[in-house]
């Protein structure tokens, strides 16, 4: 079972549609979690970091759930330039290993 | 202000000519990474380095090795490129251990294999 799992879509939405990924973490000892966004072949940029408490930069809202496992992101209000991958990422107690899950592609449609 | 800096952007090897990737940091970041992306595919983490200690993740192949000379600079050499190992190189430095902190990329080296 891998690590990280997350639907890799695509999802294809149009502008100003609310959308929401999920991603799924096996480890319950995983520690910090964050929602990366990686453009057609460019590195991955960080987007936010999860916190327990759920946190909101501006379109951009992300939850935790530790009870379920899951970690979540929802982007509202979508623009054309949010069409990107995105990449949740999970890391553990036990050393510097970042897990990524295989991508979410969104594609917002004018 | 470029802070994670991968040189060359794009590589071009021959089929078992040993080739050397670049990644250089002004940071000042304890941890430095190196992973392989190929296309569709999520970011598969080789090894990385908390300070001088190298941690090498059990799958990565004898192929592919790496030095770290300094803080700043991590160096990641494929002694025989095989057809396989084209893909995107991507560097990434995070401040401490136990990945509390978030990582920051280089902007990759895209590696062909001829």
């Known amino acids: 079972r891998k690590e990280v799992e997350q639907d890799p879509g695509p999802f294809n939405v149009p502008e100003g549609a609310t959308v929401a990924f999920n991603c799924t973490y096996s480890?319950?000892?995983?520690?910090?979690f964050f929602w990366y966004r990686q453009d057609c072949r460019k590195e991955p940029k960080l987007l936010m970091s999860?916190?327990?408490s759920g946190n909101e930069d501006g379109r951009f809202t992300a939850q935790l759930n530790r009870a379920s496992q899951y970690i979540s992101l929802l982007i509202r209000d979508s623009k054309l330039s949010d069409s990107a991958t995105y990449l949740c990422?999970?890391?553990?107690?036990?050393?510097?290993?970042?897990?990524f899950g295989t991508g979410t592609s969104l594609t917002v449609i004018p | 202000d470029a802070m994670v800096i991968q040189n060359p952007r794009y590589q071009v090897t021959q089929f078992g000519k040993p080739v050397t990737l670049s990644c250089s940091q002004t940071?000042?970041?304890?941890?430095m990474y190196w992973y392989q992306q190929k296309s569709s595919q999520a970011p598969k983490l080789l090894f990385h380095?908390?300070?001088?200690?190298?941690?090498n993740e059990a799958d990565t192949p004898d192929n592919f090795q790496s030095r770290r000379p300094n803080t700043s600079f991590c160096f990641l050499d494929i002694r025989s490129p095989g057809l396989g190992d084209a893909a995107m190189y991507l560097c990434?430095?995070?401040?401490?251990?136990?990945?509390?902190?978030?990582?920051?990329f280089g902007p990759g080296t895209r590696l062909t294999v001829t």
């Open positions: 940071l000042n970041h304890n941890v």
């Open positions: 999860v916190y327990s």
């Open positions: 480890n319950s000892a995983s520690q910090s």
């Open positions: 990422v999970v890391t553990f107690y036990t050393g510097n290993q970042f897990y």
């Open positions: 380095y908390y300070d001088k200690d190298f941690n």
């Open positions: 990434a430095t995070s401040r401490d251990e136990f990945g509390d902190y978030e990582q920051y």
